[in-house]
């Protein structure tokens, strides 16, 4: 009876030994005999926006809290602003040449927006603005009017050269005098602008002009609504800028474009010559070159944006290769795809790219491949209608990653971890100027 009952036990225990050794081998984190698929590996994170924020890019209370300074009671004279470029570039003028006016006591006439053949445009700045709201929005802040006294509105403002004014003292020393002496004048803002100078007054007028004052018209928002309801939810709103005349630009060079892509970029490149050898590794490990439709979907990846994701895709005419994005996303949407041939026909340059800014600052999550003039605007919006889904994709982590020779999960792993940093410590969320950084 007693070896029948020792065998029986053996078997149990052995049993039991088997049954625990194939359980390891089958539930063990890193199986020894495969490597674990990149798919698999990337599913395993959480997706980007569940990380917990430490920092937020909030509006200042000295700004959104406080009470403008009283405007004196005589003006030093008129300003026009003269804008030039791309919406998002001409705004940003705009606000800056607000904040000037207002430095040196002036009256602001509606800007100028200059037409430009290049950008497909010549809508005005009432065609884009409601410009009762924002004469409405900058009372007390900035004295605007919509026509110049008799005396005057027959007259050209002396056009005043601002390329090099920087600050508070460039304006008053050199500007402020030809206000008086003409008591109408315009400029261009510079393009560096040292507005941390400005007296809280200033800056305060810039900050209400920019996030506060400035409202598309109510046809541009109408249109935007219908756009934005169009968009299957929830979506990403994604700017990315891979145009022939953004890369020739940029004077960097591709591998394996399309024979139409490299054609297009030819013709857009004029007297500029990519970098080569040496240099143009040193000019992409800087972060100087436009991520292509390709590299933002390993991003996407990367950070466990699902590949279900409805995309929209806020990008002006011409993209290049974007089915290395959507052969990975494939429910991506554009103006053209949503909105009728003839709304489409009859806009300009200005007009859609006003579309874009609208869904993007509405948008459920906002990413950018660049850090332009929109972007910067649309991040900040973002901050102050309290939306801090906003991340910008490394153009400069890219290229470093991927110039050290990673690939596969190791480069997901390390894309993820640039990212999780930037997204977590709210890195680029909004400009400094108007918004302060607060500790959650």
Same mark, same amino acid.
């Given at each position: 009876?007693?070896?029948?009952?020792?065998?029986?036990?053996?078997?149990?225990?052995?049993?039991?030994?088997?049954?625990?050794?194939?359980?390891?081998?089958?539930?063990?984190?890193?199986?020894?005999?495969?490597?674990?698929?990149?798919?698999?590996?990337?599913?395993?994170?959480?997706?980007?926006?569940?990380?917990?924020?430490?920092?937020?890019?909030?509006?200042?209370?000295?700004?959104?809290?406080?009470?403008?300074?009283?405007?004196?009671?005589?003006?030093?004279?008129?300003?026009?602003?003269?804008?030039?470029?791309?919406?998002?570039?001409?705004?940003?003028?705009?606000?800056?040449?607000?904040?000037?006016?207002?430095?040196?006591?002036?009256?602001?006439?509606?800007?100028?927006?200059?037409?430009?053949?290049?950008?497909?445009?010549?809508?005005?700045?009432?065609?884009?603005?409601?410009?009762?709201?924002?004469?409405?929005?900058?009372?007390?802040?900035?004295?605007?009017?919509?026509?110049?006294?008799?005396?005057?509105?027959?007259?050209?403002?002396?056009?005043?050269?601002?390329?090099?004014?920087?600050?508070?003292?460039?304006?008053?020393?050199?500007?402020?005098?030809?206000?008086?002496?003409?008591?109408?004048?315009?400029?261009?803002?510079?393009?560096?602008?040292?507005?941390?100078?400005?007296?809280?007054?200033?800056?305060?007028?810039?900050?209400?002009?920019?996030?506060?004052?400035?409202?598309?018209?109510?046809?541009?928002?109408?249109?935007?609504?219908?756009?934005?309801?169009?968009?299957?939810?929830?979506?990403?709103?994604?700017?990315?800028?891979?145009?022939?005349?953004?890369?020739?630009?940029?004077?960097?060079?591709?591998?394996?474009?399309?024979?139409?892509?490299?054609?297009?970029?030819?013709?857009?490149?004029?007297?500029?010559?990519?970098?080569?050898?040496?240099?143009?590794?040193?000019?992409?490990?800087?972060?100087?070159?436009?991520?292509?439709?390709?590299?933002?979907?390993?991003?996407?990846?990367?950070?466990?944006?699902?590949?279900?994701?409805?995309?929209?895709?806020? !990008?002006?005419? *011409? %993209?290049?290769?974007?089915?290395? +994005?959507?052969?990975?996303?494939?429910? =991506?949407? @554009?103006?053209?795809? #949503?909105?009728?041939?003839?709304?489409?026909?009859?806009?300009?340059?200005?007009?859609?790219?006003?579309?874009?800014?609208?869904?993007?600052?509405?948008?459920?999550?906002?990413?950018?491949?660049?850090?332009?003039?929109?972007?910067?605007?649309?991040?900040?919006?973002? !901050?102050?209608? *309290? %939306?801090?889904?906003?991340?910008? +994709?490394?153009?400069?982590?890219?290229? =470093?990653? @991927?110039?050290?020779? #990673?690939?596969?999960?190791?480069?997901?792993?390390?894309?993820?971890?640039?990212?999780?940093?930037?997204?977590?410590?709210?890195?680029?969320?909004?400009?400094?100027?108007?918004?302060?950084?607060?500790?959650?």
């Amino acid at each position: 009876m007693i070896a029948p009952t020792v065998g029986k036990t053996l078997l149990i225990t052995t049993f039991i030994f088997f049954s625990v050794f194939l359980a390891l081998i089958l539930f063990s984190p890193s199986v020894p005999f495969s490597q674990t698929p990149l798919s698999s590996a990337v599913s395993e994170r959480a997706e980007i926006w569940s990380l917990r924020r430490i920092f937020e890019w909030r509006p200042c209370n000295w700004w959104i809290q406080g009470r403008p300074a009283a405007l004196p009671e005589k003006s030093n004279g008129y300003i026009r602003v003269d804008c030039y470029g791309g919406l998002n570039q001409m705004r940003r003028d705009f606000c800056d040449g607000v904040g000037i006016a207002r430095l040196l006591n002036a009256t602001l006439v509606l800007p100028k927006f200059e037409a430009a053949a290049y950008w497909n445009e010549s809508s005005g700045f009432e065609d884009v603005f409601d410009v009762d709201y924002f004469i409405q929005q900058m009372n007390g802040f900035v004295q605007v009017v919509k026509e110049l006294p008799a005396e005057l509105a027959s007259k050209d403002p002396v056009r005043v050269d601002c390329s090099k004014r920087k600050g508070l003292f460039d304006y008053v020393e050199n500007v402020l005098p030809l206000l008086l002496e003409h008591h109408y004048i315009s400029f261009t803002p510079a393009m560096s602008q040292r507005r941390d100078r400005y007296p809280p007054y200033a800056k305060a007028a810039l900050c209400q002009a920019c996030y506060n004052a400035l409202r598309l018209t109510e046809k541009l928002e109408k249109k935007g609504s219908e756009l934005l309801q169009a968009i299957p939810k929830p979506f990403l709103s994604l700017h990315l800028r891979f145009e022939p005349d953004m890369v020739a630009y940029s004077q960097c060079e591709y591998s394996g474009l399309s024979a139409a892509s490299i054609q297009a970029i030819e013709a857009a490149r004029g007297d500029r010559k990519p970098w080569t050898g040496e240099q143009a590794r040193l000019w992409r490990n800087r972060g100087k070159c436009p991520l292509t439709p390709n590299e933002t979907a390993i991003i996407l990846q990367a950070l466990s944006i699902p590949t279900n994701t409805n995309i929209y895709l806020a !990008a002006g005419d *011409g %993209l290049m290769e974007l089915e290395g +994005l959507t052969s990975v996303y494939a429910n =991506v949407f @554009t103006k053209s795809t #949503l909105l009728s041939t003839e709304d489409f026909k009859t806009m300009h340059g200005n007009t859609k790219a006003a579309l874009d800014y609208y869904v993007s600052i509405n948008s459920d999550s906002y990413m950018a491949t660049y850090f332009g003039n929109m972007d910067k605007m649309v991040a900040a919006m973002r !901050a102050f209608k *309290g %939306l801090y889904k906003t991340l910008f +994709l490394s153009r400069r982590g890219f290229a =470093v990653l @991927t110039s050290q020779g #990673l690939n596969g999960s190791s480069l997901m792993e390390a894309l993820w971890k640039i990212h999780k940093d930037d997204f977590v410590m709210g890195v680029g969320s909004a400009l400094p100027d108007c918004f302060c950084e607060f500790k959650l």
